[in-house]
């Protein structure tokens, strides 16, 4: 998974770009509101909730932002829309299992947003369970290299359930069972280890090894669906090499 993984981690580059737009903020906020009304609205009671304001902290969202979506997801402010949680399946070009997980107020427009930007873009939707098998959940917390070695990291997280770490250039990625999410990051913390974000995600259980002109037009793909204002994430099995990855930029 190393040039999947690295692409995932130049996505962070992008955040600048993407924040400017507006959207990954509203995307962000969208999590913490979901994750206040699923568990409540105070954080110390509520993992989900802590990593969802953590995750927009790090990504520079106003705490101001923050405290009112916490608010209106917790029910202390009204104003809240009721978000859904739906998963789209299909295969985009190369014929490269794709996930699209959408958070949205109204169920019509997300499907017809996802299916648009899928047959624009050389990619088709599949049926519920068609694609979803070759995903499992798990929980992934980066953490930025600064000073921490991967025995540091090693030594903080096995013990809490880690499966693997990682080397992703610029940080480290612990993966882990998506019910082991919050001992890992709790363990990272007690070790005084900073993490950029932790999630639960979908990995892929196999992979399609993508050439130059293969990557492109998945990238472009994957592009066009975060771009549709209802998707939170986008998960595919593919994966590229380094060179691959240097030569798409």
Known sequence: MSGHSKWATTKHKKAAI??????????????????????????????????????????????????????????????????????????????????????????????????????????????????????????????????????????????????EVNDLGEAFEVVSEAGDLIPVRKALQDSGIDYESAESSFLPSVSVQLEVEGAKKIFKLIDALEDCDDVQNVFANFDVSDEVMAEVG
């Open 18 to 163: 993407d924040a400017k737009r507006g959207k990954l903020f509203a995307r962000l906020i969208k999590n913490i509101e979901v994750a206040a009304r699923t568990g409540g609205g105070d954080p110390d009671g509520n993992p989900t909730l802590y990593d969802a304001i953590q995750k927009a902290r790090k990504n520079s969202v106003p705490l101001d932002n923050i405290e009112r979506a916490r608010k209106r997801g917790g029910g202390e402010e009204a104003g809240g829309a009721d978000w859904q949680t739906i998963m789209y399946e299909g295969y985009g070009p190369n014929g490269v299992a794709v996930l699209i997980e959408c958070l949205t107020d109204n169920r019509n427009r997300a499907a017809t947003e996802v299916r648009t930007a899928m047959t624009r873009n050389g990619g088709s939707m599949a049926d519920p369970g068609s694609v979803a098998y070759m995903f499992s959940r798990k929980g992934v917390v980066i953490v930025p290299k600064a000073g921490t070695s991967e025995d540091d990291v090693m030594l903080a997280v096995l013990e809490a359930g880690a499966e």
